[in-house]
């Protein structure tokens, strides 16, 4: 008999058992497979056994074709994959991962059944996203052995792994484990036992609020997901990820996280509760936030909640001219946009000077879209002609639409609109820039707020496709017409909110750059850890502190601290650290250090 693992390494892991063959299993198991391993698949069902066979099969069929695995070693992978459905055939396995339903009991029951079957040097790994590893291990007869190993669905494809420790494990398992990890191809990210761990534990907060923001109406599904897409650059929007995943499940990860973190924002909405016991549980059924061809389907087909084609509203008030208030990289970026589009443009500044260096800023940007090959340097220098550039504001009398882009101070912007009140025509549509304040409070300034309205465009404007259009109670439909049409013509794709702090991009994007700093003020996780585990689990092009770095820490906190004084949140609290950072001037790359030093530029 082998010695006990907390005595001796563990042997290679060369065998590797996989109770469970529903989606993760099959994928871990295909995954393991490929690389090499013995892998015995276990499920109760025959059904579903035989079922990962054949998709086993199917996959590494594909791969063939693709031209990403040979013949042979198809067939090799396909001799080395054999099923059963008793947990005696684990018995030789070097390694067993347990991937069946997240519920205390039934995977308690598997590991206490598993250990009067292995040997005392096996590995056991629990594959939850959302229990305690701790809890788990502390059911069986060695938990020094137990520890987790969560894979990403889909399991071939998702580079991260998290390998997560309880006080219990040995570290003979997690080094093992972990090399076993970056034999298959992956990235192992050591994190401890607490619901959601890294990845889980930061994604469902954010995709818990924006249920919680489609339940209270605030936007609908497609334009909460249209947001979040164009606007941060994610793969998916939340509510179809949220139907991708299972709404059910999500359900349950979120129950998790609030038992042990008690915070509001992991608290899950009702509508997850609401959908996951009607059965509308997502893809798997064929309808959860969205609806599908049919269960299991990712085409998304037509429901009574679709939108019209057309969008809402009538017909707005004619655009031909475009005023934009500012000098820096936003109005000037705005500027470009309106003018590139065909609009004359009169871009004012406090004074001459600086309304020139934001054109000239303008046609830089010009002139790089022209060496890169896409303007001609015909169009490049039409549309730096269609903007005068004006030293007062009163420059803006003739214009249709007037936007600021102003500093993010509401006396400022109150101050520019109740300029702008004075000097634009009667019937010109007022808009704001702003990303945080509240546009009512610039309506307020003027003696005609139903001409006001939010146009929240994103940085750098010229390349992001994303308008969040904000209209608050006194705005007329008309206006809002105006401004979707407007969005339109300059082809970004617009966006309907209401007027409350953060709309909607922000809303979920900073609440959930505040929990990862919390990850680090707690010691968790470290900021290389957490950037690695989003971009490589969840598919965020940056890591949270990457972003924050970019963003700049002060501007994080000024938005944080809006949401906070919103909405009354605890969880909406700035993280501490946070706020020191900020304090001691370290905000980002713009002065060399954030969350990571940087080149001074």
Same mark, same amino acid.
């Given at each position: 008999m082998a010695a006990p693992l907390? =005595?001796?390494?563990?042997?290679?892991?060369?065998?590797?058992?996989v109770v469970g063959l529903g989606t993760m299993?099959?994928?871990?198991?295909?995954?393991?497979a490929k690389a090499g391993r013995e892998v015995i698949g276990i499920d109760t069902s025959a059904a579903q056994a035989a079922k990962a066979v054949a998709a086993l099969e199917s996959a590494t069929a594909r791969a063939v074709e693709r031209g990403r695995l040979t013949g042979r070693e198809r067939a090799g992978a396909l001799a080395r994959f054999r099923t059963a459905t008793d947990l005696a055939a684990a018995a030789d396995a070097d390694l067993v991962i347990e991937v069946v339903p997240e519920s205390y009991e039934l995977k308690q029951r598997v590991f206490r059944e598993l250990d009067g079957v292995v040997r005392p040097g096996t590995v056991l790994a629990t594959g939850t996203n959302a229990l305690s590893v701790t809890r788990l291990a502390a059911g069986s007869a060695h938990p020094e052995r137990v520890l987790g190993l969560h894979f990403f669905n889909p399991a071939p494809a998702m580079k991260l792994v998290e390998v997560v420790s309880s006080v219990l494990t040995a570290p003979q398992a997690v080094a093992a484990v972990t090399d076993l990890a970056l034999e298959l191809g992956k990235e192992p990210v050591a994190v401890g036992d607490r619901p959601g761990f890294v990845a889980d534990g930061l994604l469902f907060g954010y995709l818990n609020q924006a249920a919680a923001m489609y339940e209270a109406k605030y936007a609908s599904r497609e334009d909460i997901d249209a /947001?979040?897409? $164009?606007?941060?650059?994610?793969?998916?929007?939340? $509510?179809?990820? $949220?139907?991708?995943?299972?709404v059910d499940t999500a359900r349950t990860v979120?129950?998790?996280?609030?038992?042990?973190?008690?915070?509001?924002?992991?608290?899950? /909405?009702?509508?997850l509760r609401q959908l996951s016991e009607a059965g509308l549980t997502g893809r798997k059924s064929g309808r959860g936030f969205y609806t599908y061809e049919a269960p299991g389907s990712a085409a998304v087909v037509a429901d009574a909640l679709t939108p019209a084609s057309t969008g809402p509203g009538g017909p707005g008030r004619p655009v031909r001219s475009v005023g934009v208030a500012g000098s820096g990289t936003m109005a000037s970026g705005i500027a470009e946009v309106f003018a590139k589009a065909g609009y004359e443009v009169v871009l004012a500044a406090r004074s001459e000077d600086k309304a020139r260096a934001a054109r000239a800023r303008v046609g830089a940007s010009l002139a790089r879209s022209v060496d890169r090959g896409r303007l001609t340097a015909e169009a490049a220098a039409g549309t730096l002609d269609r903007i005068t550039?004006? +030293?007062?504001?009163?420059?803006f009398a003739g214009v249709d639409l007037a936007v600021e882009a102003v500093a993010e101070d509401l006396e400022v912007k109150r101050q520019l609109f109740a300029t702008l009140d004075e000097v634009c025509k009667p019937g010109a549509v007022l808009a704001t820039t702003t990303s945080s304040l509240p546009v009512v409070a610039c309506a307020r300034a003027t003696s005609r707020p139903q001409d006001v309205i939010g146009m929240h465009f994103f940085n750098p404007a010229p390349a992001m496709k994303l308008v969040e259009v904000v209209r608050t109670v006194l705005t007329g439909d008309d206006v809002h017409a105006t401004a979707r049409g407007v969005c339109r013509t300059i082809g970004k794709h617009a966006v309907d909110c209401g007027d409350r702090a953060g709309f909607i991009v922000n809303a979920l994007l900073f609440p959930y750059l505040n929990n990862a700093v919390k990850?680090?003020?707690?010691?968790? /996780?470290?900021? =290389? =850890?957490?950037?690695a585990a989003m971009k490589l689990g969840g598919g965020y092009p940056m890591g949270p502190f990457e972003l924050l770095d970019v963003v700049g820490l002060d501007v994080s906190l000024a938005i944080e601290k809006v949401l906070h004084r919103e909405f009354r949140d605890p969880g909406l609290a700035p993280a501490p650290l946070l706020e020191h950072l900020v304090a001691a +001037?370290? $905000?980002?790359?713009?002065?060399?250090?954030?969350?990571?030093?940087?080149?001074?530029?």
């Open positions: 907390s =005595d001796t390494p563990p042997s290679p892991l060369k065998t590797i058992a299993g099959t994928g871990i198991a295909e995954v393991l /947001a979040m897409r $164009l606007g941060c650059g994610l793969p998916m929007g939340p $509510l179809a990820l $949220l139907d991708l995943i299972g979120l129950e998790a996280l609030y038992a042990e973190s008690r915070d509001r924002l992991h608290a899950p /909405a009702p509508i550039p004006a +030293g007062s504001y009163d420059a990850m680090v003020q707690e010691h968790y /996780a470290s900021p =290389d =850890d957490i950037d +001037g370290c $905000l980002g790359r713009k002065t060399g250090r954030g969350f990571r030093e940087h080149a001074r530029r």
